[in-house]
């Protein structure tokens, strides 16, 4: 194992044999970049080469200027994003600094970490043209890339309709299609597969795959779901906190030879290898930190025994079917519900308790009365406490059934009930106090200029004093880890702090139920752990969380009950468990997280078939923990705030 040198505090990267080439088709060299009105340079002296053929991932915290150096790579900095660059970027023997973007797209395509961003066309095709076109490409080569790139991401029959129909994974192939038909031998891809479900994952690692093996391709990845990457990354790239590169190797020997050192700088694991981390803690001899379910299995059916698990590993059961057969409570009046007169009613002593949320008969349309109907007869009951996680392949219905819940678009009324309210009849300020949303895009609830006065927003307009509302923001900063950020537009964090200002404007008025959309999106292993304990935590102390997430691993691991879309219509509802270990979850199209696949595999041990979750293996490592910037009494001061 390679060993680290230095002063204290500094560590030296490390480079395991990394091909050496005459010619990159990309150099850095001590390149430092500093947004406009940042206080200091994230990345920092960064230097490194990618060659023909290579695919380089990028790690490091949020926050650590992944991002920041991938908007470099094609000229977007210094050329169009307010930043000072130091150092230099060569692309194809190009200085980026001097040269125009335009140029330098024909030798490098991007595609962002908000799909949104890059969208600016009326149609699916139309869209994948404009770059081509603008290339002055003959008509016939732009109308093949069309097709060939938006056949790869399953969209070429949807080639006529508009952007704004498609879900938001629906929206990130799309940019994915318009970068593959630019046909560059370098292409950036930042988080590209955070808004898409497991089979679209593996569409997208399919066709990148396709391009890494044909060799005249450099792919730089940034990427914090590596369950899926590993297998496609040849070399990984890690920056620390600062924004300085501290690891620099093959794959193997970063992921697996220095995990714990990843660990230490809060860096995303695949979850096999966190799992074996623990079996080895427990004692387990696994020679080799896996890196895929597959040889996670392998290593475990290789060992005559493994360690007694701590707990019983749960019971396979049915989950609950959301069907006529089912008792069904509309919450409207009899005369009201699709059901007709006669049907079973709410029982009059049914008093519905604080942060319950009861769904009846529920249709939703997109773009109004006249717009397709994309969620269809859902009966949902969240009881008070639950963690629901919504799952489902992109364009289910998930997020515009979350969205209909927490008001955030219209519903048909009677056919809400949340914290006992209707959101297609109270009012905005209302039902706020009932109810805090995060949007799967955190620019979208975006509102004021600096990150303390969006969190202060909320908070003003509900009439909170001004020295109370002072502390509050100060805490809320605090406990995200955004203090240095408060002056900062929100605009200008990074995706990860974005993301936590998000979730703070959702949490710091106390509401007692709380929904979230894609709520790890853009974060670092440390920040999602903190932001996952500190929901856990409000949940036991009695706040109801619904989650929408394309994460199965994360399901398994905090989500207390699951609730599975599928063509906008509710298939099944029931504890995580039994929804995890049933059948449901392959038939929704979706699959089994990491850990389930391995031990679900595994020949020797029957008895693991079952287990799921982290937790429910012996060891320590990984262990969730309430990290230093939120308090162990947050769930309690919370709910103190919301009874005041």
């Given at each position: ?36 009105g ?5 990345p ?20 650590s ?5 991938a ?14 660059l ?19 797209s024909?030798h ?35 109308l ?6 938006l ?12 952007p704004d129909?498609l879900?938001g994974?629906?929206?990130q ?46 792919i ?10 590993v297998?496609?990354v ?17 794959v ?7 995990a ?30 896996p ?18 698990l701590?707990?019983p ?35 009059a ?8 949320v ?6 939703v349309?997109?773009?109004g009365?006249?717009?397709p ?24 219905g ?21 914290d ?40 003003r ?14 805490a ?13 537009h ?19 008025a ?11 999106f ?26 929408v997430t ?12 699951v609730?599975?879309m ?23 199209g ?7 696949r391995a ?19 012996p ?15 947050l769930?309690?001061a ?7």
């Amino acid at each position: 194992m390679p060993s680290r040198t230095g002063s204290a505090g500094h560590r030296h990267p490390h480079a395991f044999g990394s091909p050496v080439t005459p010619a990159p088709l990309l150099r850095l060299d001590g390149v430092r970049i500093r947004h406009d009105g940042a206080d200091r340079a994230t990345p920092d002296g960064v230097s490194f080469d990618v060659a023909p053929g290579e695919v380089v991932l990028l790690l490091g915290p949020s926050g650590s200027g992944k991002s920041t150096l991938a908007l470099a790579l094609d000229g977007l900095i210094p050329h169009d994003v307010p930043a000072t660059l130091e150092g230099t970027v060569t692309l194809a023997g190009l200085d980026t600094r001097t040269t125009p973007v335009g140029a330098l797209s024909e030798h490098a395509a991007m595609v962002f970490q908000d799909p949104d961003a890059q969208i600016v066309t009326g149609t699916l095709l139309d869209e994948v043209c404009f770059a081509t076109e603008n290339q002055l490409l003959p008509l016939d080569e732009v109308l093949a890339r069309a097709q060939e790139s938006l056949t790869r991401v399953g969209l070429w029959e949807r080639r006529f309709d508009n952007p704004d129909t498609l879900s938001g994974g629906g929206r990130q192939r799309l940019a994915i299609a318009c970068a593959l038909a630019m046909r560059t031998p370098l292409l950036v891809l930042d988080e590209p597969t955070a808004n898409l479900d497991p089979a679209g994952i593996d569409e997208v690692y399919a066709v990148l795959g396709e391009l890494a093996t044909d060799g005249d391709h450099a792919i730089v990845l940034v990427e914090h779901n590596l369950d899926q990457a590993v297998g496609l990354v040849d070399r990984v790239v890690v920056l620390d906190a600062s924004g300085r590169l501290v690891l620099d190797g093959p794959v193997r020997e970063i992921l697996g030879g220095l995990a714990h050192d990843l660990l230490d700088l809060g860096v995303w694991l695949p979850v096999s290898t966190l799992a074996a981390m623990r079996l080895r803690e427990a004692g387990a001899p696994i020679p080799e930190l896996p890196l895929t379910p597959a040889e996670l299995t392998a290593a475990l059916d290789a060992l005559d025994s493994l360690p007694a698990l701590p707990a019983p590993a749960g019971r396979a059961a049915t989950p609950r079917r959301s069907s006529s057969e089912a008792y069904r409570d509309p919450v409207s009046d009899p005369a009201e519900s699709r059901y007709g007169a006669g049907a079973p009613t709410r029982p009059a002593d049914a008093v519905h308790p604080s942060g319950g949320v009861r769904v009846r008969g529920l249709d939703v349309k997109r773009g109004g009365k006249r717009g397709p109907t994309v969620v269809h007869g859902v009966d949902l009951d969240v009881e008070p406490g639950d963690f629901l996680a919504i799952v489902g392949v992109n364009g289910a219905g998930k997020s515009t059934l979350l969205q209909a819940i927490a008001g955030v678009i219209p519903a048909p009324k009677g056919r809400i009930l949340i914290d006992g309210l209707d959101p297609a009849t109270t009012d905005p300020r209302t039902l706020a106090r009932h109810v805090g949303f995060v949007f799967q895009n955190p620019e979208h609830q975006f509102i004021t200029h600096t990150a303390a006065e969006e969190l202060d927003h909320g908070l003003r307009i509900q009439g909170v004093p001004d020295d109370e509302r002072g502390a509050r923001v100060d805490a809320m900063l605090a406990r995200f880890g955004l203090e240095a950020h408060r002056e900062q537009h929100p605009f200008l964090l990074s995706g990860g702090q974005k993301r936590r200002l998000s979730v703070g404007t959702a949490l710091i008025a106390g509401a007692p139920v709380l929904a979230l959309d894609e709520p790890t999106f853009g974060q670092d292993r440390e920040r999602a752990t903190a932001l996952l304990d500190l929901l856990t935590a409000l949940n036991r102390g009695g706040t109801t969380v619904l989650v929408v997430t394309h994460d199965l691993q994360l399901v398994a691991d905090y989500a207390t009950h699951v609730a599975v879309m599928g063509g906008g219509r509710l298939l099944g509802v029931g504890p995580t468990e039994d929804v995890l270990a049933g059948a449901l979850i392959e038939e929704a199209g979706l699959r089994r997280p990491p850990l389930a696949r391995a031990t679900a595999a595994l020949g020797r041990h029957p008895e693991w078939h079952t287990v799921t979750r982290l937790a429910q293996l012996p060891g320590r490592v990984d262990e969730p923990h309430p990290p230093a910037e939120f308090p162990a009494d947050l769930a309690e001061a919370t709910a103190a705030e919301r009874l005041a």
